[in-house]
């Protein structure tokens, strides 16, 4: 079974709009941290965003906010008013020291983000 | 602050021979970590390597192997190259304490 789903695997959306990206997680671990990372065409993975399993307040930075929910394992991202330069692929990742996997990532499949003008 | 940096940017390579990438981590650093991008197979977890020691790998053959150098730099040898090597081979750091991981460019390597 998959740690880390994103069943979303492309979306396309208009200039704009706000667009929320999904992310389902599976863990026996009760300490965990998540992960959202950006990947625009370049390749390069970049950083957004981290959380432990113990804090499920939301996050909000700009015009990104994370909504956690333990209940669900659910940790998914919503961007407000997208813009073209949000066009990327987001991948949500896990790290689960306890299990032994250690600090390794695992990470989702992604979603294809497109934003149009 | 200069970010993770990965050397070389692309290389093409024939089925059969070695390669060897290389990474070096944000100042500070002690952690190193390598993951493969491959089309069709999502990132996958490869080799982490903490104070000069691998402490863990992931699924992949005895074939691909690494190592970390004082200076906390890093190699990454894949031996006995296959085609389904190709992928984008991409770095990660992070400080010993913490869990966020900073990733570099990555090494598109092509196996021919």
């Known amino acids: 079974a998959q740690k880390v789903t994103q069943a979303q695997t492309e979306i396309s959306v208009v200039e704009k709009e706000d667009v929320t990206l999904d992310c389902v997680y599976e863990?026996?671990?009760?300490?965990?941290?998540l992960f959202w990372y950006k990947q625009p065409p370049s390749g390069e993975l970049v950083f957004l965003i981290r959380?432990?399993?113990?804090?499920?307040q939301n996050e909000i930075s700009g015009r990104y906010s994370w909504n956690f929910q333990k209940s669900t394992s659910s940790f998914n991202f919503t961007i407000t008013a997208s813009q073209v330069v949000d066009s990327a692929v987001y991948f949500c990742?896990?790290?689960?020291?306890?299990?032994?996997?250690?600090?390794?990532?695992?990470f989702g499949s992604g979603t294809q983000l497109t934003v149009l003008p | 602050e200069a970010g993770v940096t990965q050397s070389p940017t692309h290389l093409i390579k024939t089925r059969g021979q070695q390669v060897t990438l290389r990474c070096s981590p944000i100042?500070?650093?002690?952690?190193v970590y390598w993951y493969q991008q491959a089309l069709g197979l999502g990132l996958q977890f490869l080799l982490w390597?903490?104070?000069?020691?691998?402490?863990n790998r992931g699924n992949f053959p005895p074939r691909f192997s690494g190592r970390q150098f004082p200076n906390y730099s890093s190699e990454l040898n894949v031996n006995a190259l296959e085609l389904e090597d190709s992928a984008l081979y991409l770095c990660?750091?992070?400080?010993?304490?913490?869990?966020?991981?900073?990733f570099g460019p990555g090494t598109r390597l092509t196996v021919t």
């Open positions: 863990t026996r671990d009760t300490t965990y941290y």
């Open positions: 959380r432990n399993s113990f804090d499920e």
């Open positions: 990742a896990l790290s689960e020291p306890e299990s032994g996997s250690a600090r390794q990532l695992t």
């Open positions: 100042s500070g650093h002690t952690s």
């Open positions: 990660a750091s992070s400080p010993s304490v913490d869990y966020e991981q900073y």
């Open positions: 390597y903490d104070e000069g020691e691998e402490r």
